[in-house]
């Protein structure tokens, strides 16, 4: 089967309804985070504590970069492996699928993102912490409220976890992937100190891990 013809298929198996209890746990999952106040606690403390959040925002970068640089190396290391060529194959595949998935969800849901915003005097009912007003419950619902850019679920966290999951699927005795994994926690809970919720990290890590295990299964078979 070729690389178009297995993406079909991943993508199909992503939403397939075998697959919707994972969706459900992400979206029950992050109403239960907004609703309990943990997205805004979580946002507030770490926020204030800058020497980790200096640290843990810089997960932003690399989760850009490192997509990019890992299936790029098991291609150039493993040019005359063919074992490495379809496990950069499969790499790209997830990160694509995981973008995609992300991006899905983005275009309906439109979740504002973290940002200061001062407490308006006639916001009743808003909940109000060191004087900055908290967002961490709203949401443009709707067909492209609020782009594919920012919003729920973490596009960053949800591709480190398909990327972590698809090696991991592929190279089960292999023990050095395990450490992509804590690449990709430290990827989503990174953007969850600074441009996304941490609910947005939760859905993302369920999503991106969805999508690891069912193309890693579908390459294993090649």
Do not use: E, F, K
């Given at each position: 089967m070729n690389f178009l013809r297995r993406f079909a298929k991943n993508l199909q198996a992503i939403f397939?309804?075998?697959?919707?209890?994972?969706?459900?746990?992400?979206?029950?999952?992050t109403y239960a985070l907004v609703v309990s106040g943990f997205d805004w606690k979580y946002y507030q403390f770490f926020e204030q504590h800058h020497l980790i959040f200096s640290f843990m925002s810089l997960a932003t970068v690399f989760g850009f970069f490192v997509p990019f640089l890992v299936p790029l190396v098991l291609l150039l290391f493993g040019r005359n492996n063919r074992t490495s060529k379809i496990a950069a194959l499969a790499v790209i595949q997830a990160e694509l699928l995981g973008t995609l998935a992300s991006g899905f969800y983005k275009v309906f849901t439109g979740r504002v993102h973290p940002q200061l915003v001062e407490p308006n005097f006639f916001d009743v009912g808003t909940i109000v912490t060191n004087g900055i007003r908290d967002i961490s419950h709203e949401f443009r619902f709707g067909f492209l409220r609020g782009g594919v850019i920012w919003g729920w679920p973490s596009t960053h966290t949800t591709v480190a976890f398909a990327m972590a999951l698809v090696l991991m699927t592929l190279f089960t005795k292999n023990k050095t992937t395990r450490w992509i994994l804590v690449y990709a926690f430290y990827i989503g809970l990174g953007v969850a100190m600074s441009i996304h919720w941490f609910s947005d990290f939760f859905a993302g890590a369920i999503l991106g891990s969805l999508i690891g295990i069912i193309v890693g299964r579908s390459f294993r078979e090649v």
């Open positions: 397939a309804p075998r697959n919707l209890i994972w969706h459900l746990i992400a979206i029950v999952g």
